[in-house]
Every structure is written in structure tokens, then in C-alpha cells.
């Protein structure tokens, strides 16, 4: 079974400090995707990133950027000078085809609160 | 309107009532799905819709009827529930086939049953 880790519950960080989030997932698959979501207070997730699993290049989006690491089956995501605006709860999700009818179904992690204080 | 909306954002119900929670996607998608996201568990998978056919069903309870009436409306009616079912219920659509699929979700519907 498909199995998404985000040890950290909580993280109380200063403005313009940099943060890192982590993500440790499981799966039997050889190909597979994972994603970062973003829930602000609103309630709606938000997609930040997709990652295959045959690509691990990091990726960097203005202050986002990801490390994935195979080997340690890993998917950590670091926010550089962070912002009051970044608070919100960050989920990291598994995906995994759905083999009768199509489609994919993601394995959330437990998500961890970022509150950044001014 | 764009993305996915959902209707209502907030429903107090109680233990005998009916209710409907109504998703519409504006994304031209394929396939549509309901979470349940309850405090301090995960985001659980409740339902998946491809091309209006149920493709899972992941042993939610039977006071849970989806409706996918097309590709672009899905819907959860709602009857006997029960205080353990209020939560936040989140819609997603994507499109199946493309490599890049991505499920991209709507702001919640967020159920109290009393």
C-alpha cells in the first residue's frame, strides 16, 4: 500500500527566514507522481508542483523549490524567505493509476502547518 | 466562472435531513473525484468519476450517493448522516489520458451535522 509521511506538524517560522518542509513516501510502483499542495485558511487546496518519478531534477520556482531523492525516497519542499502570505497547511500527495476504468488517486500525507510571524 | 466551484460552502445539517452537495468544473476534465478531509486525519479518497462512470469507491458508507451526471457536474447526496461524517468535502477534476495529469480541487463544501 501506497504510504505518504509528513513528520512535521507544525512549523512557527520568522519572515524571511527559510523553511523546509519534508515528505518520505512508500510505494511498490517503478513510475509514479508526486505532488505538493498548498491550504490556505479558505479551505482550498492549491496545486504548487508535479514530479515524476523518472525525472529527478530539482526544480526551483521563484521562491519554491523542490528536492526529490530516489534513493531516499524523499520529496522535500523548501520556501526561501518566507512570507506571511506562505501560512497555510502544505499536503504532500502519492499518486496511483487506478487500474480498472482509468484516472489516478492520491495518497495524502498528514500535512504540515507552516504559520510564518512577522 | 473557472476551475472548480462547489455549492454550498457551508451546510449544518441534521442527523435526519437530506442534503445535496453540488460540484461543477470548468476545466473541460474527464474525470471528477470527492475527498473527505476530517480533523487531524488525512485527506481521504472518498469517490472517482471517469467519463461519468464510477471508478472507485472506497468503502464509503451507503448514506453517501455520488452522482456524476456529466463530465463537467458531480454531486453527493447526503442522507442519515451522522456527527463523524462532519467534515470539509473537496471536489477535484482532472483529465485522464494526458501525462501530465494533475487533479486540481475546489474550495470545499464544509459539513456539520448536528
Known amino acids: 500500500a501506497q504510504k505518504v509521511t509528513q513528520a512535521q506538524t507544525e512549523i512557527s517560522v520568522v519572515e524571511k527566514e527559510d523553511v523546509t518542509l519534508d515528505c518520505v513516501y512508500e510505494?511498490?510502483?517503478?513510475?509514479?507522481?508526486l505532488f505538493w499542495y498548498k491550504q490556505p485558511p479558505s479551505g482550498e487546496l492549491v496545486f504548487l508542483i508535479r514530479?515524476?518519478?523518472?525525472?529527478?531534477q530539482n526544480e526551483i520556482s521563484g521562491r519554491y523549490s523542490w528536492n526529490f531523492q530516489k534513493s531516499t525516497s524523499s520529496f522535500n519542499f523548501t520556501i526561501t524567505a518566507s512570507q506571511v502570505v506562505d501560512s497555510a497547511v502544505y499536503f504532500c500527495a502519492l499518486s496511483e493509476p487506478i487500474l480498472t476504468g482509468g484516472g489516478n488517486k492520491l495518497t495524502f500525507g498528514t500535512g504540515t502547518q507552516l504559520k510564518v510571524e512577522l | 466562472e473557472t476551475g472548480v466551484t462547489q455549492t454550498p460552502r457551508h451546510l449544518v445539517m441534521g442527523m435526519t435531513n437530506k442534503k445535496s452537495l453540488k460540484c461543477e468544473q470548468h476545466?473541460?476534465?474527464?474525470?471528477m473525484y470527492w475527498y473527505k478531509q476530517s480533523a487531524k486525519k488525512p485527506l481521504e479518497l472518498m469517490f472517482v468519476y471517469n467519463f461519468k462512470e464510477q471508478t472507485e469507491n472506497n468503502s464509503v458508507p451507503s448514506r453517501f450517493s455520488p452522482e456524476c451526471p456529466n463530465s463537467s457536474h458531480l454531486f453527493l447526496h447526503l442522507h442519515t448522516l451522522q456527527p463523524e461524517d462532519s467534515a470539509l468535502y473537496l471536489c477535484a477534476s482532472s483529465q485522464v489520458g494526458l501525462s501530465q495529469e494533475t487533479q486540481y480541487f475546489g474550495p470545499g463544501t464544509r459539513l456539520l451535522v448536528l
Open positions: 514530479r515524476n518519478s523518472f525525472d529527478e
Open positions: 510505494t511498490r510502483d517503478t513510475t509514479y507522481y
Open positions: 476545466l473541460g476534465h474527464n474525470a
